[in-house]
């Protein structure tokens, strides 16, 4: 579970962000940069970061607040998962990352698994929907986010890194690596070698 802090600087810059959307009055607009302003100190006291760079990422978000997605391929070969060991922090994660303006959720993942790893891929199921900070991730983010998981086929490529990633490997159910736990649990993989060796469960969510 995400603390309770960070709950509140999520809610507070939804709120800072939404009405900052639709307020056309100039005294609420200087109240919704107020409260975008607190959420960024909150987070940035938490956290042992800069406020003022904290506002600016808020900042650009525009819009209505709405959760971003992250999209993972989860590929099996011969009894053994793909995973990705990312630069950032030296753990093994599925490939994967944002989902794409202009790209349907299976193109998104299956662009993220070419980029990372070198495999052309084909999504073939939903795995798992997770609300993020339902899953003990580590480095709790700022912003709400839905991760998306597909099983994926390979059609093509070859193993390749790339500038996001320093090796690319399968492993077993008992060999797994250490984990940017960030990125990806070992739950999940436990999770996802159970829909793999028994294809007909359904996708998992929340």
């Known amino acids: 579970m995400i603390p309770k802090w960070l709950e509140w600087v999520k809610e507070l810059q939804a709120i800072a962000q939404n009405g900052l959307t ?12 107020s409260v975008r302003k607190i959420a960024s100190e909150i987070l940035a006291q938490q956290s042992n970061s800069n406020a003022e760079i904290i506002e600016d990422i808020f900042s650009r978000e525009a819009g209505y607040c709405t959760p971003k ?23 093994w994660a599925f490939p994967g990352g944002w989902a794409d303006p202009n790209e349907t959720p299976s193109e998104s993942v299956e662009r ?33 986010i839905f991760k998306l998981f597909f099983l994926c ?22 060999e797994i690596p250490p ?22 469960l359904p996708a998992d969510f929340d």
Do not use: C, M
């Open 22 to 33: 639709y307020s056309q009055n100039e005294f609420d607009i200087q109240r919704y940069k």
């Open 112 to 144: 993220e698994v070419w980029e990372e790893s070198g495999y052309v891929v084909k999504a073939k199921k939903v795995l798992a929907v997770y609300d993020r900070d339902k899953q003990g991730h580590k480095d709790p983010y700022p912003f709400h």
């Open 153 to 174: 086929e390979i059609t093509g490529g070859e193993r390749k890194t790339s500038n996001e990633t320093s090796d690319v490997n399968f492993f077993a159910e008992d």
């Open 69 to 91: 997605v992250d999209v993972r391929g989860v590929v099996f070969k011969e009894n053994k998962v793909l995973l990705v060991k990312e630069i950032i922090d030296g753990g």
């Open 179 to 200: 984990l940017s736990e960030g990125r990806t649990l070992h739950k999940q993989i436990k999770r996802f070698f159970e829909h793999y060796r028994q294809p007909d």
